[in-house]
């Protein structure tokens, strides 16, 4: 991977003048976290540890190239990188994130092929305050937040009249295999576990949003969209509803803006054949649901922020609770630099606490 994004690189920069130069982009974001873990269970030793984070960096290169008066080739060639590390995550320096060609039209809207966030988790928008860092949503058990191979995707213009838009994809699994996926191999005297999902299934995702005036107003669907490969999933299908407020926007209180998430996941049960009869292992509904301010102080270059994160039944496990409180603050050097600082913690009933307090900085380019 990272001789290929090398080879891109390059590629890209030897574009001869008669098209379009791509724009270089992207982000360093390094945090210093101390990360105080308490276990539940008695047999396990409680930890202090102080951890140097590479939040989301990455490096990409996009553009377009006019092919008719009204249609246009984009492109984006996205790939993180782990500032903390070489080789972070098993994923090697490099790693594939929103990746993918397509055409543009001036009406009719775009179609993207390649590597790219679900419909649903761009639903989200910026409700997450503490987004890229360990107070993500998704450090609270909050699912469906993927970025799907295989993809295939429909962004609309605004709606004429209205400022809505509408973004679809399907994630192909690219096998016409029968039978359901297997889970686990028999071994010894245990059976076989298999998932209720068929291996051959593609995977679909659909997002309606409306962003208007500082209200924003979004519901998402998924059907089968695991991280990665559809075939890893383990959800059957998430819905997700999000609203965002610019109260500046509204010419209400300046500076501040209010976000709320609140979505279901259905997961899959595993079952097994057991002396010819099929023995499940259910799932139960995970629900999760957020509330996020954020506060630009005046004209300073503080801005401070609070979430809570509540989710139950995480990954379909009943009783699996987690809950995550964090407050923070930004500090904005210019445009480009942003300095954080936070605090909080992200509590699992019947396993752990995580208290995190963590500083960092963040340059874009």
Do not use: C
């Not at 009719?108 to 360990?134: E, I, S």
């Amino acid at each position: 991977m990272k001789k290929i994004a090398i080879a891109s690189a390059i590629a890209l920069a030897s574009i001869t003048a008669a098209h379009a130069a791509p724009t270089v982009y992207g982000k360093a974001f390094l945090t210093l976290d101390y990360v105080s873990t308490d276990y539940d269970a008695a047999n396990k030793t409680d930890e202090d540890t102080f951890k140097l984070n590479s939040n989301q960096s990455r490096i990409g290169f996009k553009g377009e190239d006019d092919l008719t008066d009204t249609t246009k080739l984009v492109y984006q060639l996205e790939y993180g990188i782990d500032v903390d590390a070489d080789t972070n995550n098993g994923k090697g320096q490099f790693y594939s994130r929103n990746t993918y060609v397509g055409l543009a039209h001036n009406t009719l809207g775009t179609v993207l092929a390649g590597r790219h966030d679900t419909p649903l988790k761009l639903a989200q928008n910026k409700v997450d305050v503490f987004n890229d860092t360990l107070f993500d949503i998704t450090n609270a058990g909050v699912s469906g937040e993927n970025r799907a191979n295989n993809t295939l995707a429909y962004q609309s213009p605004v709606i004429v009249g209205m400022p809505v838009t509408f973004m679809a994809a399907t994630a192909l699994s690219e096998t016409d295999a029968d039978g359901n996926i297997l889970v686990s191999a028999a071994s010894g005297t245990k059976p076989a576990v298999y998932r209720d999902r068929k291996v051959k299934d593609n995977g679909y995702s659909a997002l309606l949003a409306y962003d208007k005036n500082g209200v924003y107003l979004a519901g998402a669907y998924d059907k089968d969209m695991g991280a990665n490969n559809v075939n890893t999933g383990v959800i059957d299908n998430t819905w997700r509803l999000v609203a965002g407020l610019d109260m500046s926007k509204m010419n209400m209180v300046s500076g501040l803006t209010l976000g709320a998430l609140y979505q279901q996941s259905q997961y899959y049960d595993n079952y097994s054949i057991v002396n010819n009869n099929r023995v499940n292992k259910a799932s139960e509904d995970e629900k999760s649901w957020l509330i996020s301010g954020k506060y630009k102080v005046g004209a300073t270059p503080w801005a401070v922020k609070a979430q809570y994160v509540n989710t139950t039944d995480e990954k379909g496990v009943k009783d699996a609770d987690v809950n995550e409180i964090a407050v923070g603050g930004e500090y904005a050097f210019n445009k480009a630099t942003t300095g954080h600082i936070y605090a909080g913690q992200i509590s699992r009933d019947n396993n752990k606490d995580d208290l995190i307090v963590g500083t960092g900085i963040e340059y874009k380019f």
